[in-house]
Structures are given as C-alpha cells and as structure tokens.
C-alpha cells in the first residue's frame, strides 16, 4: 500500500475583472435599474494564494508571465496540475 504524498496548492490563476453598480434614474414609467459598468481594474489571483491586488488591465501581465513571476517552477506545477487526476 502507498502512503499518499502531502497535500499542495497547484497554481490556477485566475482573473476577476471589478464592476461598480448603482440604481439608475427612473424611466418614464417609473421603474428605476440597476446599472453595472466595467472599472478597468483586474486582479489576478491564485490558488497559491499569490494576488496582483487590483490594477489596471493594460498592467496585467501575459498569464505565462504571471506564472513566471510568481513561481520558480511554473511549467512544472502547469505540467502537474493538468496531469492531476484528483
Ligand atoms: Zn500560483
């Protein structure tokens, strides 16, 4: 019987993009909506625990190179976590 390995925190990034939401005005019937816009912040994170916190899409880095700056050995935990049958 084999022991099992420790548990990890495979890298996944992901990318949340922040809205801002507000009641309209009312329309001529009276009935008022909720608006939502885009702020043009993005905050990408990590089941790792590694955040960019929230900064502007054009700062956002390529997701190769978000993994690049977060981890030493990217690649592999890539490699591993699509080879992962949990
Ligand atoms: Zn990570």
Known sequence: MTAP?????P???HVAQQIQ????PADEEGQ???EHRRTGLVNA???CGYSTGW???EQLP???ELYRQHSDSS?????NQAGSRA
């Open 5 to 9: 390995t420790t548990w990890a925190t």
């Open 11 to 13: 890298h996944a990034l």
């Open 21 to 24: 939401s507000r009641l309209g």
């Open 32 to 34: 008022r909506w909720m």
């Open 45 to 47: 994170s990590c089941n």
């Open 55 to 57: 900064i502007p899409r």
């Open 62 to 64: 390529a997701t190769d």
């Open 75 to 79: 690649d592999q935990a890539r490699t």
